[in-house]
């Protein structure tokens, strides 16, 4: 619940001077001549700036991050991230009742360290995320095995984290929780325009894994015939197994200067919470100097066994409304545009709507009572050293 | 029904059996494209997949790493 993963970096390519613009235009990169990984040829930076409004609570979030990554001699690349989110606005909901004060700022970073060899690679990574409230530090080892001239690509990962929970609401209020984290995939080429990955994640979280901000409004039986409304602290199990299975295939259209992304992935755990993800992106190069990018993302989740729907339900041993644990749906519009300025700088702009909808459940059983609706907008500059 | 299924399975060990030819390392230009990573843009990558987790039951499968938040 509380562990957030970072995404892996992208596999780089030996003898790639001249790199395409990060995350802007695809130019073509010089093939390596012996398909083994190393470090990227130049430092390459990212300064991504993200503004987030939702509807319902008039929540805005300001996010500034900055990301870097760099070779370090031949054999070694060290990759950095840092962010500031600042957060304000008001969370009045009806049936899980939140006291949270809003007006909060997160800090987070992360640092990975890579080591490449001729038939494999080797990265630590450390992390470490802070709000008034919420502390976690993290770490963890993952390794890239490669196969077949590279067309094919064995990933292992692992990842421990370690938060302290606090609650402004309630200043003798500690507790603790951690995360230990397995990845296993394999990427495959399989031909010179195409490429698939298959992922599976297993993830064990254990101790405080609830809400200390969110009540639930259940009934309680006091006699045969008396049941009396009743307020329950947000309880979820203090345990938690969760299965992600992430499958994407990326396609190039050679003669429309075009590559698609098209991603599944199919979510379970112990709490009963399901879930299918499917993400449709479409990279569109304009000219030689611009990239657009039009993006879908369908979603829609399966509730937690003790998800509270109304306040008729019975307080039970463990009790949560919060509507992340409901049935719903929710779907992602997005498009992105990307403009190279020269060899050492491009641009991009991104602008996304997000909806979730009890309309959209895959069932057709939505239950959320505090449905997102939100508008995303991110701005960045890309250099390349 | 028969004939549909007939040329799925056709189709499937085509697809496999094509999974089997090697991209020689001279023939990776279109693959070597940024907009042929799994992830062009690492740093909304990460922004992205922190919004999410904030938002859904659902997360992970993309890699691992990263702390946790008070965000969910």
């Known amino acids: ?385 | 029904m028969t004939r549909g299924w007939k040329t799925t399975c056709a189709g499937v060990v085509m697809l496999f059996l094509t999974a089997c030819t090697n991209v020689q390392p001279w023939e990776r230009g279109y693959l070597a494209r940024s907009d042929m990573q799994f992830e062009p843009d690492p740093a909304e990558a990460r922004i992205e997949q922190h919004m999410y987790f904030s938002k859904e039951a659902a997360s992970g499968g993309y890699g691992v790493g990263g702390g946790g938040c008070g965000c969910n």
């Not at chain 1, 979030?61 to 870097?68: A, D, E, K, N, T």
């Not at chain 1, 993952?142 to 067309?151: G, H, L």
Request: negative net charge; hydrophobic residues 35%.
């Open chain 1, 1 to 385: 619940m509380r562990l957030q993963l970072i995404p892996s970096a992208p596999i780089l390519l030996k003898g790639v001077a001249g790199i395409a613009l990060v995350g802007v235009v695809g130019g073509v990169l010089l093939p390596t001549t012996d398909g083994t990984a190393a470090p990227p040829a130049s430092p390459q930076a990212a300064v991504k700036y993200s503004r987030y409004w939702e509807s319902r609570d008039r929540v805005d979030v300001l996010s500034p991050l900055v990301w870097f990554l760099a070779p370090v001699g031949e054999k070694y690349s060290v990759e950095l991230s840092g962010t500031v989110d600042s957060l304000s606005g008001a969370t009045p909901q009806i049936d899980g009742i939140s006291s949270a004060t809003m007006s909060e700022h997160r800090k987070a970073a992360d640092i990975k360290i890579t080591r490449y060899f001729n038939e494999f690679d080797l990265a630590i990574s450390g992390a470490t995320s802070s709000e008034h409230d919420y502390h976690s530090t993290a770490f963890g080892a993952d390794s890239r095995w490669y196969f077949n001239q590279k067309n094919t690509i064995l990933g292992l990962g692992f990842n421990y984290s370690s938060d302290r929970i606090t609650s402004t609401n309630d200043s003798e209020f500690r507790e603790d929780a951690e995360s230990r984290d397995f990845l296993i995939g394999i990427t495959q080429e399989l031909s010179t325009t195409d490429i698939i990955q298959s992922n599976l994640t297993y993830g064990h979280d254990s101790g405080y894994l609830s809400d200390p901000y969110k009540f639930a409004l259940v009934s309680r039986q006091i006699t045969q015939d008396l049941v009396i409304p009743t307020i329950s602290d947000d309880t979820r199990p203090d345990e938690r197994d969760r299965f992600a299975w992430l499958t994407r295939y990326n396609h190039h259209f050679p003669g429309l200067k075009a590559s698609s992304h098209l991603d599944y992935r199919f979510f379970w755990d112990d709490w009963g919470v399901a879930a299918h993800t499917i993400d449709l992106e479409w990279y569109q190069q304009v000219g030689d100097n611009w990239m657009v990018r039009p993006a879908v993302r369908y979603y829609s989740q399966d509730q937690a066994d003790f998800y509270v729907t109304d306040s008729s339900e019975m307080l039970d041993d463990y009790n949560s409304a919060d509507y992340r644990l409901a049935n719903f749906g929710a779907l992602t519009l997005g498009l992105k545009i990307g403009r190279r300025i020269n060899d050492y700088f491009s641009v991009d702009l991104k602008g996304e709507y997000y909806v979730q909808d009890n309309g959209l459940h895959l069932g057709g059983n939505g239950n959320s009572d505090d449905p997102v609706e939100a508008a995303t907008m991110m701005l960045g500059l890309n250099i390349n050293f």
